[in-house]
């Protein structure tokens, strides 16, 4: 009899194993993968575990203002930032309770944006937004049954939300790349942005001057603080800069006051607007968040106070910390897009791809490229493609800027080989209502870059992390101004 029950409970628990793996893997594809903030809970739970020094958590706030490629590129800090958009102090507790149990970093930087708030926000989108990412855990047990009750649902929905698949399974039928492969895995939760919006300075509140808080925002901020306390995890409070009202900063001096009180450094940097040189005319992408320009100067003040008063590794170089090297390449390479995209005549743009350092270009002369005569030679000049080359026509490729193939002509097939993949290079000549065509291709990933019929095409890819840095082309028969393929 006890064998056969012990043989039941094998089959039991290996019964358990395989349905917990096969719910493992349906809700990893089928879950959201943006929540609207940082790096996200997918590449979180991904990254070897220690390896965030430091983590930044909080709304919008904390994503749109910590720039990880400056933080790492001058400083040498292993950041991540875990966080949600429009992110209440409830959650920002949640959050930091999950990430010291899996990554033990050693300071958390809470954005303080939610103490300025009336309250926490018990809504199905919050809920949705912040839970559905968490892996199964105790914290997620106890985040879900905190906000099922704060919104009064009853036992039932809460297991429904515990479940994630009643909630994500309708998802099937809008399941697309992403949610079967990471294309950018070394996210770290900063993706920035290079909009710029004008406004007025914000009236200056004296720090001395406070508005109380509300008393559940003044509850979480306690319960931030003695968690951290708890597991020894170094605290920092950060105000993001931001077009906020007088009672919003007298708040904000509340909170001050209350880190003053329990020793936690808080850097209100809308107080050190001036300090650090931002210009509120030209750092901010919205009233809410700033841009790329006003993330650099937050970042780089606030990467020396965490130098200077934490002693932490300079991570750079040490095996490990390679996704932390590639964030720094992807944030670099969308700078090199926008610069590529600001250029609008052919013979400058054509000039700029030829500086470029550390990129894979593509260039090919399709169709009747000659049309307008030696228009934008000069720019092809400065890449490096001598007069006889041009006449002949064909494909190159530049690494680094230097030509590494050249297909010459108008008919070719070759296959360039890249990190983990190939480029396909392709033309043919056919006819078509007694008129003589090219038949051009730059197929990567499926996908064919050469969108243009008569001029040139153009891709710019960084083999290294597999990012498009820009797909271009010049139509000669419109004029010579650099086009892009609309999606």
């Not at 099937?172 to 790349?177: A, C």
Request: net charge negative.
């Amino acid at each position: 009899m006890k064998k056969i029950k012990w043989k039941n409970w094998g089959k039991i628990i290996l019964f358990t194993g395989i349905v917990g793996v096969i719910m493992s893997g349906v809700t990893g594809i089928l879950n959201y993968k943006d929540t609207g903030g940082g790096g996200g809970w997918q590449r979180f739970y991904a990254m070897p575990e220690k390896t965030a020094d430091v983590m930044f958590f909080g709304s919008s706030h904390a994503h749109c203002t910590i720039d990880h490629g400056l933080l790492w590129d001058e400083y040498g800090i292993a950041g991540y930032t875990l966080s949600a958009g429009s992110q209440r102090l409830d959650g920002t507790y949640y959050f930091l309770k999950e990430a010291i149990s899996v990554q033990q970093p050693k300071v958390a930087v809470v954005e303080v944006w939610g103490s300025v708030l009336p309250g926490m926000e018990y809504t199905e989108e919050a809920l949705y937004r912040n839970a559905l990412g968490m892996r199964w855990s105790k914290n997620l047990f106890e985040y879900v049954a905190y906000m099922t009750k704060g919104m009064g649902k009853d036992d039932a929905y809460r297991n429904r939300v515990l479940c994630k698949l009643p909630i994500i399974h309708t998802r099937y039928r809008e399941l697309g790349r992403e949610d079967f492969e990471d294309e950018i895995p070394y996210l770290r939760g900063y993706r920035g942005s290079f909009d710029i919006q004008a406004f007025e300075k914000p009236e200056v509140i004296p720090e001395s001057d406070t508005l109380s808080l509300d008393p559940l925002c003044e509850e979480y901020l306690y319960k931030i603080i003695r968690l951290a306390e708890e597991n020894n995890t170094q605290l920092v409070f950060v105000a993001a800069p931001y077009i906020l009202s007088s009672d919003e900063q007298r708040r904000l001096n509340r909170t001050a006051e209350i880190a003053r009180q329990e020793n936690i450094p808080m850097i209100d940097y809308n107080i050190l607007a001036d300090e650090i040189g931002l210009d509120y005319m030209a750092d901010f992408r919205d009233s809410d968040h700033v841009n790329n320009s006003g993330a650099a100067k937050v970042t780089a003040h606030l990467g020396n106070f965490l130098k200077e008063t934490y002693q932490l590794p300079d991570r750079r170089g040490q095996k490990g910390y390679e996704d932390w090297d590639k964030n720094s390449r992807y944030l670099k390479n969308k700078l090199v897009s926008k610069q590529l995209q600001d250029v609008a005549e052919a013979n400058e743009y054509l000039s700029v791809l030829g500086a470029l350092e550390g990129q894979t270009v593509v260039l090919s002369l399709t169709g009747n490229y000659m049309a307008a005569g030696d228009a934008y030679y000069e720019g092809l000049a400065a890449m490096g493609i001598c007069y006889e080359d041009y006449v002949k026509g064909g494909t190159w490729v530049f690494e680094d800027g230097v030509p590494s193939l050249y297909l010459p002509g108008k008919e070719y097939n070759r296959c360039y080989q890249i990190n983990g993949s190939e480029i396909h290079l392709e033309s043919e000549i056919y006819e078509e209502n007694e008129e003589e065509k090219q038949k051009n291709e730059i197929m990567l990933n499926g996908k064919n870059y050469s969108f243009i019929e008569n001029g040139i095409n153009v891709l710019v890819y960084d083999q290294t992390i597999n990012q498009i840095v820009d797909h271009a082309g010049v139509d000669i028969y419109i004029n010579f101004d650099v086009i892009r393929e609309k999606e």
